[in-house]
């Protein structure tokens, strides 16, 4: 067991970005393990987050995020609750961050459900007939559709995806820590992404 001392709480300040007495607490509840500390940290974030998700969102930024030299942007408009956390260096670092993300990952939609029902069906359709291809049993094929369909979603709804600067969090996650560190309740509202020649 590690002590708890203020190079400790500065180590676990500096990995998540929680406040002094928030890594107090995380250290004390996980007997001085940073690793610990940091899983502790996010659940209490999530905890937060599904709390303050009934509040409305009505602040925020609109960022645009150029790539490439021009051959790819990106407008991303996220809502907070109110404007003194919209101007906060966290928050708009967020913003440009997911925006870097999507002009990378070129996701589909937000979540699941913003995903059109037709996309849904013609993916499932695609699954439905490589598992009967390969010869699996009629009563599997559509179990097989329905685990492919998750993958696919994971793979293109912005908030399942695995954040491209940490693979090991989703960007949910990512938000969700943001929304512990606010306070706030933080949407992610729409974006859209531009290639050229696309």
């Known amino acids: 067991m590690s002590t708890i001392n203020a190079a400790t709480v500065k180590q676990l300040r500096e990995k ?46 609109v960022e645009a995020y150029i790539h490439m030299g021009g051959k790819i942007g990106v407008l991303i408009e996220v809502n907070c609750e109110t404007d003194f956390v919209a101007k906060t260096d966290d928050f708009k670092d967020f913003v440009r961050n997911v925006a870097m993300h ?4 070129n996701p589909v939609g937000i979540s699941p459900e913003d995903v059109p029902e037709e996309v849904v069906l013609k993916e499932k359709e695609i699954y439905r007939a490589q598992a009967l291809e390969t010869g699996k049993p009629e009563q599997m094929v559509d179990k097989i559709a329905e685990g492919k369909v ?8 912005l908030l399942l995806q695995q954040y491209v600067r940490d693979p090991q969090v989703t960007i949910n996650d990512v938000l969700n820590e943001l929304i512990g560190k606010t306070g706030e309740n933080i949407t992610v509202k729409r974006f859209a992404r531009f290639q050229l020649g696309e």
């Open 150 to 157: 998750k993958k696919f979603f994971k793979e293109n709804c």
């Open 102 to 105: 999507i002009a990378a990952t």
């Open 16 to 61: 998540t970005g929680a406040g002094i007495m928030d890594c107090k607490e995380a250290l004390t509840a996980c007997n001085g393990d940073i690793d610990t500390a940091i899983d502790f940290l996010r659940k209490k974030g999530l905890a937060t987050a599904k709390k303050r998700s009934n509040r409305e969102t009505s602040q925020g930024v």
